[in-house]
């Protein structure tokens, strides 16, 4: 649970986080189970946790380079002793979850209790897992995305401001299905990126940001700058 040097330190995450509660603005964090970066010691220390260790296949890239077998006892095990000293490490508020196995209900029950009473434990995913609660609300990706191709519609956003206000759910800032088939948010709005951040920030609930690791980020995501998104696979 060691932070990227690249990305910013535990001394900076912490500042953040302690900013945003004087606010009273509440953090959480997503936390992807099954994925890592492809530069991640666990790829190198451990390979035979991996689906796959063919960086490309077809001569693409292959995320099962960097998808873990969380159905293996041994990885739930490292990965739920992580997100254990990462939880005790910063005060997030809820942690937004991925890559689950629905099955494995005692895995699901280690998380719940690694997160205790205080914390709200909130599945990503398409599909639901018993156990977590389901409170993504994706139409805002989806209304940007109607925007970005027709023309804007202000009688459309101010019923959407409305009707998300009282409800209390992350308002997705990207969709991690588009991201996975489809290629990033920002390709999909690549002359609009920089207002697309400033208005998902607008939107009452919480603005939810891909942090991306299992796509090899090298530097942190600045909507603002001319190359936002910095990788390196």
């Known amino acids: ?6 990305l910013g330190s535990a001394e900076e995450l912490i500042s953040f986080i302690h900013s945003a509660h004087s606010l009273g603005i509440k953090v959480f964090y997503q936390w992807h189970f099954s994925e890592t970066g492809p530069h991640h010691r666990l790829r190198e220390e451990h390979p035979d946790f991996y689906f796959s260790s063919d960086k490309l296949k077809e001569n693409r890239y292959n995320p099962d380079f960097v998808t873990l077998n ?7 095990s490292k990965q739920s ?5 990462f939880v005790n490490s910063y005060n997030f508020d809820g942690y937004v979850v991925f890559g689950i196995d629905s099955s494995n209900e005692d895995f699901v029950s280690q998380i719940r209790e ?4 205080n914390r709200l434990l909130i599945n990503g995913e398409s599909v639901k897992v018993k156990g977590l609660s389901h409170s993504i609300d994706r139409s805002l990706f989806e209304f940007f995305k109607g925007v970005y191709n027709n023309t804007p519609d202000s009688l459309f956003l101010y019923s959407l401001i409305g009707d998300m206000a009282p409800q209390g759910r992350i308002n997705a800032f990207v969709d991690y299905h588009t991201n996975f088939y489809k290629g990033t948010d920002y390709m999909s709005f690549p002359n609009a990126y920089r207002y697309f951040a400033a208005f998902a920030h607008f939107i009452p609930g ?11 980020l090298v530097s942190p995501v600045n909507a603002f700058r001319d190359n936002p998104v910095d990788r390196k696979y």
């Open 114 to 117: 690694i997160c205790g009473p």
């Open 206 to 216: 919480t603005p939810w940001m891909l942090g991306g690791q299992e796509y090899a």
């Open 1 to 6: 649970a060691v932070i990227d040097p690249n």
């Open 81 to 85: 002793e992580s997100f254990g000293k």
């Open 70 to 76: 969380i159905s293996d006892k041994r990885v739930a």
